[in-house]
């Protein structure tokens, strides 16, 4: 059984940082993707960023480009989110999934994962 377990959220300060982890346990298969969501109050869940491990390839959504980064470490069995320059917009609740890679695999998409954890609290302050 697939089970992922976020933790580092927190509060912090506009242009502050924080870094994410999403442990992962019971994946057997070797092609697979792990990606960041999140939620805000009000709004649907969005793709963050996201790590294949068929060729390492890494996926940002735009607003997040340049300030987050996502990494697999500890032979694939956490994955981090390195948060930099946050503002207020980033305040969600972030959520690892995790996916055995198919052809309708979209990154972004939430239904095409079949993973989650329960999520980790992210709010920062202006």
């Known amino acids: 059984e697939v089970q992922l377990v976020e933790s580092g959220g927190g509060s912090v300060q506009a242009g502050g940082s924080l870094t994410l982890s999403c442990a992962i346990s019971g994946i057997t298969f070797d092609r697979y993707a792990i990606a960041w969501f999140r939620q805000a109050p009000g709004k649907e869940r969005e793709g963050v960023s996201a790590?294949?491990?068929?060729?390492?390839?890494?996926y940002y959504t735009n607003a997040v480009r340049g300030r987050f980064t996502i990494s697999s470490e500890n032979a694939g069995k956490t994955v981090l989110l390195r948060m930099t320059s946050l503002k207020p917009d980033d305040t969600a609740v972030y959520f690892c999934?995790?996916?055995?890679?198919?052809?309708?695999?979209?990154?972004?998409?939430?239904?095409?994962?079949?993973?989650w954890g329960h999520g980790t609290q992210v709010t920062v302050s202006s």
């Open positions: 790590f294949a491990s068929v060729d390492g390839s890494t």
């Open positions: 999934a995790a996916v055995r890679l198919r052809e309708t695999w979209y990154y972004p998409l939430a239904y095409t994962y079949d993973y």
